[in-house]
């Protein structure tokens, strides 16, 4: 739980204030609607893989390493990879 909530502050506080940086801003709404609705959008099927997986027995605890180690892979390859979040002031 830890891992999980720690890369989810790590990615998504950089992430949008790149965004908004980044983009002109007659072009902001739409690109942060954009992004809204692709986080929004993938709830729901978060919400069937995970009773999906708990029905087929596999505990919350396991589901929750599980994602929280792939979030923080994830982390670590955004920041290992992305030039402009280590230039950015």
Do not use: H
Request: hydrophobic fraction near 55%; charged fraction near 10%; aromatic fraction near 8%.
């Amino acid at each position: 739980m830890l891992i999980l909530g720690a890369c989810i502050s790590l990615i998504n506080i950089p992430v949008i204030s790149l965004v908004q940086e980044q983009t002109e801003k007659e072009k902001i709404g739409r690109v942060m609607s954009l992004s809204t609705m692709v986080s929004m959008g993938l709830i729901p099927i978060s919400y069937g893989a995970v009773s999906g997986l708990l029905s087929t027995g596999i505990p919350i605890s396991w589901i929750l390493l599980f994602s929280g180690c792939v979030l923080f892979l994830f982390s670590a390859l955004v920041f290992w990879k992305a030039k402009v979040l280590k230039a950015t002031d």
